[in-house]
T-cell receptor
Framework: GESVGLHLPTLSVQEGDNSIINCAYSNSASDYFIWYKQESGKGPQFIIDIRSNMDKRQGQRVTVLLNKTVKHLSLQIAATQPGDSAVYFCAEIGSQGNLIFGKGTKLSVKP | KAGVTQTPRYLIKTRGQQVTLSCSPISGHRSVSWYQQTPGQGLQFLFEYFSETQRNKGNFPGRFSGRQFSNSRSEMNVSTLELGDSALYLC?????????????FGPGTRLTVL
């Protein structure tokens, strides 16, 4: 079936360090993946996406890596800041066009 | 452009009651999707409306229903509330043109069922 999961539920990093959040997906036919950030009391906010014909995509301070061989997705945040503290979700597009979310990883940034 | 808005932000109901939640999409967006977020199940897709028609549906019982109006605003209704319906209900909007349109989320409605 279609499912997306995360390796770690929590991640704590020092301000200024780089963060890496991992995600595994099960549907090898998935062709589009998205990372969302959810801050307390808010809805998920789009961060970056990647299509299956790419291995890497960079944004501002964020990079998404896709390894289709092992069905693994990661989000790298450079120079992590306190404002990056949030829950991060990976998601894939289901067969109906709906988002299928992973369970989320809580990122805490220590000053 | 104003973002996706949801009303009310918080709601407390008792078992057996029904509830209606409202979502106003980003101006120009014609697709509205609804998701339920709980600590145990995470974010799960409820349904999607496009041009006043339900286009897709997740695996939720018939107590969960929705509709969309001609101005693209959407409502979802939950009848005969159960304790397990306590959750954050999120709606997301997209232009509706393609499967890979970015979905923009509202702040959610926090429903508590007592």
């Amino acid at each position: 079936g279609e499912s997306v999961g995360l390796h770690l539920p929590t991640l704590s990093v020092q301000e200024g360090d780089n963060s890496i959040i991992n995600c595994a997906y099960s549907n090898s036919a998935s062709d589009y993946f998205i990372w969302y950030k959810q801050e307390s009391g808010k809805g998920p906010q789009f961060i970056i996406d990647i299509r299956s014909n790419m291995d890497k995509r960079q944004g501002q301070r964020v990079t998404v890596l896709l390894n289709k061989t092992v069905k693994h997705l990661s989000l790298q945040i450079a120079a992590t800041q306190p404002g990056d503290s949030a829950v991060y979700f990976c998601a894939e597009i289901g067969s109906q066009g709906n988002l299928i979310f992973g369970k989320g990883t809580k990122l805490s940034v220590k000053p | 452009k104003a973002g996706v808005t949801q009303t009310p932000r918080y709601l407390i109901k008792t078992r057996g009651q029904q509830v209606t939640l409202s979502c106003s999409p980003i101006s120009g967006h014609r697709s509205v999707s609804w998701y339920q977020q709980t600590p145990g199940q995470g974010l799960q897709f409820l349904f999607e409306y496009f041009s006043e028609t339900q286009r897709n549906k997740g695996n939720f019982p018939g107590r969960f229903s929705g509709r969309q109006f001609s101005n693209s605003r959407s409502e979802m209704n939950v009848s005969t509330l159960e304790l397990g319906d306590s959750a954050l209900y999120l709606c997301a909007s997209t232009p509706g043109q393609g499967k890979s349109d970015t979905q923009y989320f509202g702040p959610g409605t926090r429903l508590t069922v007592l």
